[in-house]
């Protein structure tokens, strides 16, 4: 019986639920709250795809759509200690009314009407807000016409605005330490930096960003990357193609499985897309009618390519922008996998047939790996 009184009879009581549990948090708010639905993750710089590369990234996309724009043809970036961040561009700068909104306020930027930014990276205003609410320290200058503002933030709170009287050159200054009470023992490797920037100036001919006083630039796109990138010797020159708003590159090389580097709009889209896709079809298909024979798999076993494109409005599939969504090049145009299919079709084909002694070289590897398949069949 003293263990029947000692029985606890379970709570039906609800768990209250009204007025005081409904709360509205502010933009930076949010962006410090839900930080993964802004920049994925954030880890401590030790991985390329850490959160701290998606800030310093969604900081210089805005420089590289200004020099996209034809105003400005180099950035300064500078990595205090691993830690501290300064970039700072000579484009138009950010125009000084709506400055502190551009940097503070999700929603907000100056890349939806397309006439200002036709081929941007950053469409969706939230970029460099995101930067601003994660960072214990966020600063923000813009020059324009002989006047500077300046606003600095603390984790999305504003703590200063001024504007004085400058002799600087027309652009924008952005300073940025991530909170480390966000990001644990974060640090910025130089050479996941490096190569981030890197890509944009085999993106952007004519580029010139200064890094830690290091000089990084690309005289010849795509074809510098493959060089820089390539493990094995490429069996044939590098055959490297531009169109309007798209650039190739390929050859072969002694190794297996295929290799490739996408991009959208200077983007590195690192999980490919409706892009990548589209060229693998196509680059096949061509040199496959070219030949008049051979598979797929057998064609593609050893490229090294890459692909870049310019897209109006481009789509991806989540804030970090590493997989193309978009099945058209603008809204309402052609889709990309024809633009990208005709352009192969025609430019590739006409290689082949101009270059017989790269076609031969070529076939001859598409051979080896037909009879290696055939020996490992058996």
Not at 14 to 41: A, W
Not at 141 to 150: A, D, F, I, L
Not at 231 to 251: C, M, Q, R
């Amino acid at each position: 019986m003293a263990e029947e009184n000692n029985i606890i009879e379970p709570q039906n009581e609800q768990v209250r639920y009204d007025d005081e549990n409904i709360r509205h948090l502010s933009d930076m708010e949010h962006v410090r709250t839900r930080p993964g639905m802004y920049i994925g993750r954030l880890g401590d710089g030790s991985l390329p795809e850490d959160g701290i590369y998606v800030l310093l990234k969604e900081v210089i996309d805005n420089s590289i759509d200004e020099f996209k724009m034809h105003a400005g043809d180099r950035i300064e970036v500078n990595i205090d200690e691993n830690l501290r961040v300064t970039v700072r561009d000579y484009g138009r700068g950010i125009p000084q009314g709506k400055l502190i909104e551009a940097v503070s306020v999700l929603n907000t930027g100056g890349k939806y009407d397309s006439k200002a930014f036709k081929k941007s990276v950053g469409l969706n205003g939230v970029g460099v807000k995101a930067v601003n609410a994660l960072s214990s320290h966020f600063e923000v200058h813009s020059y324009r016409e002989g006047k500077v503002r300046k606003a600095v933030f603390a984790r999305g709170e504003m703590i200063s605005d001024v504007t004085e009287d400058t002799q600087d050159e027309n652009g924008t200054y952005i300073f940025f330490e991530p909170d480390d009470t966000l990001f644990l023992n974060y640090k910025f490797q130089d050479d996941i930096v490096e190569n981030m920037l890197r890509n944009y100036t085999y993106l952007n001919t004519g580029l010139a960003i200064m890094y830690n006083d290091r000089r990084i630039l690309s005289r010849h796109g795509l074809e510098d990357l493959l060089k820089d990138r390539m493990t094995n010797d490429a069996l044939y020159p590098i055959i490297h193609l531009k169109g309007e708003d798209i650039e190739i590159a390929f050859t072969h090389s002694n190794q297996y499985g295929e290799e490739y580097y996408s991009f959208v709009n200077g983007q590195h889209t690192t999980q490919g897309g409706t892009h990548q896709s589209a060229f693998k079809e196509h680059i096949a298909r061509t040199i496959r009618d070219f030949f008049g024979k051979y598979e797929y798999g057998d064609i593609r076993t050893g490229i090294v390519a890459a692909i870049a494109i310019n897209v109006e409005e481009p789509m991806f599939e989540s804030q970090t922008k590493i997989k193309l969504g978009s099945l058209t090049m603008a809204p309402d145009g052609v889709s990309i996998n024809k633009y990208i299919g005709d352009f192969i079709k025609q430019e590739v084909d006409n290689y082949l047939h101009i270059h017989a002694d790269v076609a031969e070289v070529l076939e001859g590897k598409i051979k080896e790996s037909v009879t290696a398949v055939s020996t490992s069949a058996m």
